[in-house]
């Protein structure tokens, strides 16, 4: 009976333990690298096949999971490698470092990004482009230069006001409009040379995302697009040196292990285009000089698995000179300290102190038109983040932010001793921002998923400022100000907030067919001053004030997305309607500049844009490539009680940037012994343009007399660029090597005008087209890797 007892009582001690240790979870941890390079590959993808249970790698290509001990079929894949499949026995917390090897198509450059074959279908965000870096540098593009902002104006939705340009417009927004974040701080200017590049070297950027619809509310303060740029970490297995030459420019990166713990990564541009610039006809370019440079660092300190500590800096510097008249100068700074600190496998809190600032200045260089101008904008912001994963099917994202704003619009000074420029200084401005937010994500069942975040931002404009007060039931002008108010230092002038939900729906009515659905709410407190179809030197920023509102976008959005034949062929449709409210519009003849009174020159526009974008690209095999076309109209309309200030009678017009019809196909062959070919078609309709139809004399003079805004357009634009490139290597494992590429860019010489103006001469008015690229222009350029 004893004996009975005893076998009963370990029988069910055993039971009982073994249903205790089956409900146990032990953490498992995967280190994914490549097999050739030693890198940590970002985005890698395990799953477990006995329980079905997956996760994704981390920015340094670390996978954690809670799971049940067992012995367990572990499968690692990413996208560009081979997938791998081991068995772990996990009967205590376990690290493991696992290699995958790289795909290999004629040495092919391999394409790691942080997603899955099929993201376009399993992610709830809709709206989102991701470029591919290594194919970026094997496009062609104008001097050979690669270029990041060239490369997304060739996906649909994204436009540029034109060649030369700076910026870029998504979706019916203006170039403003966009939060440019390299690696979280914001970037006030994106262009080198007047618009021709993008001010950031794309041979440190890691990753790059484009969102055009309703993005986290982790993210605010714009209201057309979301744009994030990542540079790479420094590293760990030692020390590598890359770069570039091309017609205009020497690139150069560094980076490796300082210590085990400590990685940097430092790289930097220089250009020398004045040589090119005596090739052109014209007088006043063949004379103009022109230099840019920049530079990133970071530094990556990792003391054990849970802290992440990190240090990013970026300066980037801009002269301009016309021959005998005006030298343009700009700079940006930014830096970004982040600590990362995994409380728990599943929650992670993020602590991010950063500045920004853009600083402008112009000299005139005339004998006694001697002076200087100055403008700025600086911003000053720290914020924390958690984020909390439960079960690999609920994540939250919260936090907390607060930004200072220092704008200066406009000052000048004299240079000269012989100057007849007086001194002007307009007072700065300066406001606070906070923002406080929370994002879910929850997969609701393997085919749904739903997105709903809530945003609340709250902005103060503050002293030292004095504020012109206005005659009522009158137009705000100079001639009708009636009093002033001086507010201090700190004192709180006028405040502006509101909630910003955000809202996204995946359903995936089929294996590889889903459709999406998003809406959401931003808001805006900072405007470009502009009143030219481009982004120029001369453009400033001012806060939202007591007369200056705060720009808001409502935008919702319907798409649906296919793939075909194992994720080869990638299928979507969108379509979306945005509304704008409180845009700046400008008064006919408005002055900007040094305007102390900047108020009565603006105007209060409401806008909407809808659209239709669709596209089709194919990933795999030989031949790859993009075909994207897309209908939109951004449409403005200036309503106010006073006839005199209505622009075309307070109806809906085009704006500036309104371009209906945008095609764009990308094409890639892998040729044999390692060359590839590639080529780009573009094709958009021409901006809107406002032409004389008419004129009238006034005091015995002829005077033109100009239609509606914006009724007309110029000549649409379109053109094509071919590359051909060479990688040196003769196998994978080759880790010096170069890829050369032949480009020409606009083969067929296409005069694209940039803008249309009219002259009186000899008593009639005269057209004039402007080209800034009106001829083929080959380049050739040189990247190496050791």
Do not use: C
Not at 646 to 663: C, F, M, S, V
């Amino acid at each position: 009976m004893k004996l009975r007892l005893l076998v009963l009582f370990l029988f069910t001690s055993y039971a009982f333990s073994s249903s205790v240790l089956a409900q146990q979870r032990l953490r498992l941890s995967v280190l994914v690298r490549d097999g050739v390079t030693k890198k940590p590959i970002p985005g890698a993808s395990l799953l477990i096949a006995e329980t079905k249970m997956g996760a994704r790698a981390d920015s340094t290509g670390l996978i954690s999971l809670n799971h049940p001990p067992g012995v367990l079929t572990m499968y690692v894949s990413a996208l560009g490698y081979f997938r791998g499949r081991e068995t772990v026995t996990l009967n205590f917390a376990k690290r493991v470092e696992y290699f995958l090897q790289p795909r290999s198509t004629d040495l092919e450059e391999v394409d790691v990004r942080a997603a899955r074959e099929d993201k376009n279908i399993k992610s709830v965000q809709m709206g989102e482009i991701q470029l591919s870096m290594p194919e970026l540098k094997r496009m062609p593009v104008v001097l050979g230069e690669p270029d990041i902002l060239k490369a997304l104006a060739l996906q649909a939705g994204v436009t540029t006001a034109g060649e030369g340009a700076g910026g870029f417009n998504v979706r019916g927004g203006r170039a403003d409009q966009n939060l440019v974040l390299v690696d979280g701080a914001p970037l006030f200017n994106t262009s080198h040379l007047l618009g021709f590049y993008t001010n950031i070297n794309p041979d440190l950027v890691q990753d790059v995302s484009l969102n055009k619809g309703a993005y986290s509310a982790q993210y605010g303060g714009r209201v057309s697009s979301l744009l994030l740029m990542s540079t790479r970490n420094g590293n760990k297995d030692g020390w590598r040196v890359s770069g570039g030459l091309s017609p205009v420019s020497v690139r150069a990166v560094v980076d490796g292990p300082i210590t085990k713990k400590l990685t940097l990564i430092a790289g930097g541009r220089i250009a020398f285009p004045n040589y090119l610039l005596r090739l052109f006809p014209t007088e006043s370019v063949k004379n103009s000089r022109a230099f840019f440079y920049d530079g990133n660092l970071k530094l990556t300190y990792t003391p054990d698995e849970r802290n992440t500590i990190s240090l990013s800096a970026y300066r980037s510097q801009d002269s301009f000179q016309f021959p005998g008249d005006t030298l343009y100068g700009w700079k940006s700074d930014v830096l970004t300290g982040r600590w990362s600190y995994l409380i728990r496998p599943n929650l992670q809190l993020n602590l991010t102190a950063l500045y920004s600032g853009y600083h402008l200045n112009v000299d005139g260089i005339k004998p006694s038109l001697t002076f200087r101008f100055t403008s700025h904008i600086e911003q000053r912001e720290g914020k924390a983040d958690v984020y909390y994963t439960l079960r690999q099917k609920y994540k939250i994202h919260a936090g907390v932010n607060a930004i200072l704003y220092n704008i200066q619009t406009g000052d000048v000074e004299p240079t000269g001793e012989n100057s007849s420029i007086n001194a002007r200084r307009i007072t700065p401005e300066r406001g606070r921002e906070l923002g406080v937010y929370v994002n879910t994500e929850w997969e609701l069942t393997p085919a749904i998923t739903l997105m709903a975040g809530l945003r609340y931002s709250a902005y103060s404009f503050l002293g030292p400022q004095t504020v012109y007060q206005y005659a009522e039931n009158l137009p705000i002008s100079p001639e009708t100000v009636t009093d002033s108010v001086r507010y201090g230092s700190g004192q709180v002038i006028h405040q502006y907030g509101g909630l910003e939900p955000r809202l996204a729906l995946r359903v995936q009515v089929a294996k590889n067919t889903a459709i999406k659905a998003s809406a959401g709410r931003s808001r805006q407190y900072v405007n470009l001053i502009s009143n030219t179809t481009a982004i120029t030197p001369l453009d400033f920023w001012k806060l939202s004030d007591q007369y200056v509102p705060p720009q808001i976008a409502d935008q919702v959005s319907l798409g649906l997305f296919q793939n075909l034949q194992e994720n080869a062929f990638e299928l979507s449709i969108e379509g979306y309607y945005k509304r704008l409210q409180n845009q700046i519009e400008y008064r006919y003849g408005a002055n900007l500049i040094l305007n102390p009174t900047l108020e009565t020159a603006l105007l209060r526009a409401d806008g909407r844009a809808y659209g239709v974008e669709f596209g089709v690209s194919k990933n795999k095999g030989r031949l790859t490539g993009q075909f994207n076309y897309t209908y939109a109209r951004s449409l403005i309309a200036v309503q106010t009680p006073f006839d005199e200030l209505r622009i075309n009678e307070g109806k809906y017009y085009p704006a500036y940037i309104d371009r209906p019809h945008t095609l764009n196909i990308q094409a890639r062959w892998n040729m044999s012994h390692n060359w590839v070919f590639s080529t780009n078609f573009v094709y958009y309709t021409g901006v809107p343009a406002t032409y004389p139809d008419g004129q009238y004399t006034y005091n015995n003079e002829p005077v033109q007399d100009y239609s509606q805004r914006n009724a007309d357009r110029i000549p649409d634009y379109h053109r094509l660029d071919v590359a051909f490139s060479k990688d040196t290597r003769f196998n994978k494992a080759q880790k010096r090597y170069g890829i050369w590429t032949l480009g020409i860019y606009n083969v067929y010489a296409h005069k694209n005008p940039y803008s249309i103006y009219f002259t009186r001469y000899n008593q009639r008015t005269e057209s004039y087209r402007l080209s800034v690229f009106g001829t083929m222009i080959p380049s050739i350029a040189y990247n190496f890797y050791f």
